[in-house]
């Protein structure tokens, strides 16, 4: 052993002995001779060489041989580099592998099981027993086994995605040490404590007595960053933790909804020496109400990740109305000024088929409404009043509105006394005008609102004056008179607006003020957790979707238990976080409370450990290395025995002559190194995804693959193109090639699809993508154009069995061959067929519904909407091809010059068709509007 | 190094390259048309008295009978159109001809890479040159033992493809077994790497009946110098025989002394039977040898 540098099989490097032999066999083995043509040879054969030179070896190839021979030896003995030393001690005694799996190790976890199998390896090469310890796992005996066994159980190793528990493995361990005298212990440590007794406590003296050998592997200072996300005051904010300043000072967060969509990202710093920072983020409730994950953004870690649930979203609001259930003018009722008002950021519910006043409460109370609205409510029988006196209590929010009811009846669940009746401002009989609202105070939650000018009251509750009437008035009007009133009784809260929640004593819910008022006072309801049910014994929620170590949300594992529904812990290996029942009304588990903090592992109990960083332990196994330089040798020892031989000389002698075949191996070895993409040569104009596509209509074919096909598609389109714009009021660009699977078909009203029987089919998200087209309205134009083989009966041509391989998982509607009265024959010019480079091919295309019975015959006919798919046999692509300077590039069958002109009109006619669908259809009718008209 | 390559059968066979280098060289050539002075009719059996009605095979012309001449010489087939009586005459065949040969054998596809081309390249370049020149000059040309000898306008064409469709003379090293005439002239160009006395036994055959020649030895600069040194193995492409040698450089000593014997055998054979040797290397231009060549074809014709 020379330091850090170990032999698997020391003894073959007994071979480098022989190497001085070897010298002299290469000595006196020279390479062969060259060999000359040379025909004067015959005059000159009985001329015998004077002297015989003995020829030698050249002393560089020499060296450049036992080089070679000297790395195949070295190789064969299986140098390792382990600056570790694990595992290369020698001894026999068994290895203990423990490492960290909980979520902090989910950051490197690459290089932490490098490192462990590293050690596991070298194990292997020293032939010693080993164990397999992952600290997150539930506690189990620890049993030596062969080191390809360890390797397996070391492979199926994941991080967990909660803190570990080391402590709850000491008396395996023991058990372990105490069976195993001289066992060796490697610790690839993360550096966070975890969640219970830290297990280095428990070690330090098992160490000392037992005298195993400890090495602990660990960072220097432990990377991992994690999350805990708290709702406070109506603001997202989040907690980025960490277990100690590791460098990792900046970042990302990024907040996702349900879909994995992200909504905001916020940059987060910690100051150089913190561990925590916090990071809000600043958003409208109703996107903040759609979050449901956040994360730091690049740490693939479940730590990193917050799962939000319902609790912190949306309020419940229930609303009930005091007046009559039917009402004759649903849109003047005050439940819809509310309900309208609340949408935007709260659930609202209203009572349904309930008759009453009391049931309508009851109903909300037991929907677990957190904000009950009740909008001119008068009295209320003594039960209700109860409970509705006991929601308040535990925390609800008791939002309630004026009126006539109100105002007559007498009633404790109110924040003020009021007056009975109610004054009336600005009416026939009064010389007030209607008030507006004063500012409001800042101690008033409604605070940094700004009444508009004209919100006119013409009639409100009043308030006695009580001494404590100013602390819980929150708005009041010019004269301050108390128009919004508020009271805290136990958790909760009560508030009340003196006027209706209608138009009927005021405009203010016509206000924008009204919305931003009831915002704020929803958003009171915060703190204010219903509790569960009335209760009862809390719900069981089963685990839907949990995390794994890294992060990502997968289904849960078997060994995933329920939680109840009050669970506020964090998350355990029973409880892996994720998100527990239904999608509704479930909660998120988290892999750290709100509370949690993340704090380095303690070591100093164990003194007598060696530490190893995690980054420089790495093994190096130089065997690679030292077969690949002997190769080269070999190959650089062929090369030169070669060019002694003088056949090198001959090539080079060759190719010096021949400049134009240096060029060609130069273009050879330019075209074996992989071109870059192809389309980044296309013209930009014609770049399928580019904005010009958005902006101008044009046709587009697909690349097939097939160079032929594929030019006269764009020569065709190119044709079809300067013929609707010479024709038509269509001044197309020019065509587009696309790839389906890779472009974005939306810009493209008509794609014409030829098919190449000799490529592969396209591939699955290509076909959804074509199907996503077809059915968001445009068309295809499949062309077998294979009109010329196919005959009717008979077996599928090639092409065809192409097309139906392809339209097998389409949504394709039912076909008919193009009647004579499609609007398809009519959009542009009349023509009876579809020709292209053949006549004979049919065209099919979506079937049109029967025509009416009896109806008047109509001239043309058409669906819906325009034919998703236009199947043609005619090679139309090629009849319309034309080149630079306008000239046909394909021969049409037939001869007949005017088929290609009808070819041209069928292109005419099936782009307008997919241009404006049915509107030639509608357009037969026109003589008959006229004759109406004129009439 | 000096590398040195082997041209296989197909490339030693005149194609479109030599073709038409030999075309450019011979339109490079003096226009010497053999002088006028050797038109004498002292000359005139044998020499120029083509373009002539005389004695010959080929159809010259008709010409109105003349009385008194022998009724035997009427083309009766011709005088019956009309009522005339016509004489066909023949054109007066000179008997004397430039006959070359050309070594294709694999040791002329021998190139190495201080030569501007192989051997049997520079020799086809050259004779076709000299047989086009030649035919410009009025003579006519044949290749020895394949063709006849002609004045065709396209001579180059008709030797090249005449040597195409022979495939025996790929194998060949010295000139086949044939008699010119007594006042034809012969011109072999080979490399001559044969032993002398086969050449002196081939050069005697043709020489039998009194014609005479010239020898054009096409030489690779590097079987004149032999520039290698160290180890080497020497194989030869026509008998297949190899000879290593230690070293090379000793060895190339011996071989030059060797290669100036030889040569010196060569010039004994032409000097022998009066005829001439010309040592073209083929890192020279191809319009030296030519040059000499036409000179000496020239010259044997005055002294004729």
């Known amino acids: 052993m020379l330091g850090p540098l170990t032999f698997a099989a020391p003894f073959a490097l007994a071979a480098l002995a022989a190497l001085p032999v070897l010298w002299w066999l290469l000595r006196v083995t020279p390479p062969r001779p060259k060999r000359i043509a040379f025909p004067p040879l015959r005059i000159a054969a009985d001329l015998l060489p004077e002297r015989q030179s003995p020829a030698r070896t050249p002393p560089w190839l020499l060296i450049l041989r036992l080089l070679a021979a000297a790395a195949l030896i070295l190789a064969v003995a299986g140098p390792v580099w382990s600056p570790s030393g694990i595992g290369a001690t020698g001894a026999r005694t068994p290895l203990l592998v423990m490492i960290d799996n909980g979520f902090t190790a989910a950051h490197d976890w690459r290089t932490r099981m490098r490192v462990a199998q590293d050690a596991v390896e070298g194990a292997a090469r020293d032939g010693r027993p080993v164990a397999v310890l992952a600290t997150a796992e539930p506690a189990a005996p620890v049993e030596a086994r062969q080191p390809a066994a360890a390797l397996e159980r070391l492979r199926a190793v994941a991080p967990r995605p909660h803190l570990g528990d ?40 098992l160490v000392a007595r037992t005298g195993a050998g400890l090495t602990i592997l660990a960072a220097e200072r432990p990377p991992a960053l994690a999350l805990s996300a708290a709702d406070a005051g109506g603001r997202l904010t989040a907690r980025v933790l960490r277990a100690a300043p590791n460098g990792r000072d900046a970042g990302l967060l990024r907040a996702l909804d349900a879909k994995g969509l992200p909504l905001a990202e916020h940059d987060f710093r910690f100051a150089p020496d913190a561990t925590e920072t916090d990071v809000g983020f600043e958003m409208p409730v109703e996107l903040r109400n759609a979050i449901a994950r956040i994360e730091v953004a690049g740490e693939r870690s479940a730590g990193a990740v917050t799962l939000m649930d319902e609790r912190g979203k949306r ?53 677990q409404v957190s904000v009950l609205v009740l909008a001119d409510v008068g009295a209320m029988d003594e039960e209700t009043r109860a409970r509705v006196a006991k929601f308040v209590d535990e925390g609800g929010v008791l939002l309630r509105f004026a009126g006539p009811r109100l105002a007559a009846g007498n009633d404790p669940l109110v924040p003020v006394r009021l007056r009975r009746g109610g004054r009336s401002l600005g009416g026939t009989l009064s010389w007030d005008s209607p008030k507006t609202l004063a500012p409001f105070a800042p101690e008033s939650p409604f605070a940094g609102l700004v009444p508009p000018a004209d919100i006119g009251v013409r009639r409100q509750i009043l308030a006695e004056p009580d001494g404590d009437l100013p602390s819980r008035t929150w708005a009041s009007l010019e004269d301050g008179t108390p128009i919004v009133t508020a009271e805290k009784r136990g958790q909760g809260l009560v508030a009340l607006f003196h006027v209706t929640a209608d138009t009927t004593w005021s405009n203010l819910p016509l206000s924008g003020l009204f919305i931003d008022m009831l915002r704020r006072v929803v958003g009171l309801a915060g703190s204010a957790a219903p509790a569960a049910g009335q209760g009862g014994p809390a719900a069981v929620l089963a685990p839907r979707l949990t995390l794994d170590g890294f992060g990502a949300l997968g289904s849960p594992p078997a060994s995933a238990v329920a939680v109840s529904a009050d669970y506020g812990d964090r998350a355990t290996g029973e409880h892996p976080p994720g998100f527990y029942g239904p999608p509704d009304a479930g909660i998120a588990v988290n892999a750290l409370r709100s509370s949690d903090t993340l704090k380095p592992l303690d070591l100093a109990a164990l003194t007598g450990a060696r530490t190893g960083s995690l980054a420089g332990a790495e093994t190096l196994d130089l065997r690679a290395g030292l077969f690949t330089l002997a190769l080269m040798l070999l190959v650089l020892d062929t090369l030169a025995a070669l060019w002694l031989g003088g056949f090198l000389a001959r090539r080079a002698g060759r190719l010096r002559g021949r400049p134009a075949v240096l060029a060609l191996a130069a273009l050879a070895l330019a075209a074996a190194i992989p071109p870059g993409p192809a389309r980044a040569e296309e013209p930009p104009a014609n770049r399928p995804n580019g904005i010009e596509s958005a902006l101008v209509t044009r046709l587009a074919y697909i690349v097939t693959g097939d160079a032929a096909i594929d030019e006269a598609s764009r020569a065709g389109l190119a044709g079809l193109t300067q013929m609707l714009a010479t024709r038509t009021a269509l001044e197309p660009g020019e065509p587009a090639g696309l790839d389906p699977a890779k472009d974005e078909l939306a810009f493209y009203p008509l794609i014409y699809w030829p098919i190449a029987p000799g490529r592969p089919q396209p591939s699955e998200a290509a076909i959804r993508r074509i199907d996503a087209f077809m059915r968001n309205g445009g068309t295809v134009l499949f062309d077998t154009r294979d009109a010329l083989t196919s005959r009717p009966g008979g077996p599928p041509t090639p092409e065809t069995a192409y097309l139906r391989k392809m339209l097998a998982t389409l949504e394709v509607p039912e076909l008919e061959i193009v009647p004579a009265d499609h609007v398809l024959t009519k959009a542009f010019y009349l023509v009876d067929s579809f020709p292209g480079r053949y006549d004979t091919g049919q065209t099919w295309v979506e079937a049109l519904p029967p025509a009416g019975e009896g109806g008047e015959r109509r001239p043309a006919r058409a669906g819906d909407g325009v034919s998703p798919i236009v199947i043609t046999s005619n090679d139309l692509a090629a009849a319309w091809a034309v080149g630079k300077r306008g000239e046909a590039l394909y021969p049409i069958t037939g001869g007949d010059q005017r088929q290609r002109e009808m070819a041209f009109r069928g292109g005419v006619n099936i782009v307008m068709y997919t241009l404006t669908g049915n509107y030639k259809a509608d357009q037969v009718h026109v003589p008959a509007l006229l004759e109406r008209l004129g009439q | 190094m000096v590398a040195t390559r082997l041209l296989g059968e197909t490339e030693r066979r005149p194609g479109r390259g030599q073709t038409e280098g030999a075309l450019s060289l011979a339109e490079r050539m003096p226009r010497l048309v053999l002088e ?269």
Not at chain 2, 185 to 203: C, I, K, Q, W
Not at chain 2, 209 to 219: A, C, K, N, Y
Not at chain 2, 229 to 251: K, M
């Open chain 1, 166 to 205: 080391r402590a709850a493995h000491l008396s395996s361990i023991t058990a372990f040490l105490e069976k195993q005298a001289g066992a060796e212990i490697v610790w690839i440590a993360d550096g966070v404590a975890d969640a219970g007794d830290d297990l280095a406590k428990g070690l330090g003296p």
């Open chain 2, 36 to 304: 006028a002075r050797r038109v004498s009719t002292s000359l005139a059996h044998g020499l120029h008295g083509r373009r002539r009605a005389g004695p010959g095979e080929s159809f010259w012309q008709f010409r109105p009978f003349v009385t008194g001449e022998a009724a035997a010489r009427i083309d009766w087939r011709r005088s019956a159109r009309d009522d005339r009586l016509y004489v066909r005459e023949r054109e007066w065949e000179a008997a004397h001809n430039v006959w070359i040969w050309i070594d294709r054998s694999a040791s002329m596809g021998f190139a190495s890479d201080l030569a501007l081309a192989a051997k049997v390249d520079r020799a086809l370049v050259l004779g076709l040159a000299l047989a086009d020149t030649l035919v410009e000059g009025g003579e006519r040309v044949g290749l020895l033992g394949l063709t006849r000898a002609t004045a065709s306008r396209r001579i180059v064409e008709g030797l090249a493809r005449a040597l195409v469709a022979d495939e025996a003379g790929l194998t060949e090293d010295l000139p086949p077994r044939a008699s010119p005439g007594r006042f034809d002239e012969a011109v072999l160009m080979s490399d001559f790497l044969t032993p002398l006395d086969r050449v002196g036994a081939a050069v005697a055959d043709i020489a039998g009946r009194g014609s005479r020649g010239h020898l054009v030895q096409i030489v690779d600069p590097i079987e004149e110098s032999f520039p290698f040194a160290g180890q080497a193995v020497l194989h030869d492409p026509e008998s297949g025989h190899e000879l290593p040698i230690g070293d090379a450089g000793g060895w190339g000593t011996a071989y030059r002394r060797r290669i100036a014997i030889h040569r010196e055998g060569l010039a004994e054979i032409a000097r022998a039977r009066g005829w001439t040797l010309t040592i073209h290397r083929t890192d020279r231009p191809a319009s030296e040898a030519a040059l000499r060549l036409l000179t000496l074809v020239a010259a044997s014709r005055g002294a004729a």
């Open chain 1, 315 to 367: 309020r419940r609001v229930g609303i009930v109305f005091g007046g009559t259930a039917d009402q004759a003018q649903p849109l003047l009722a005050p439940t819809y000024y509310l309900a309208r008002a609340l949408q935007p950021f709260a659930d609202v519910q209203e009572p349904r088929g309930a008759k009453g006043v009391a049931e309508s409460v009851a109903q909300m109370l037991d929907g």
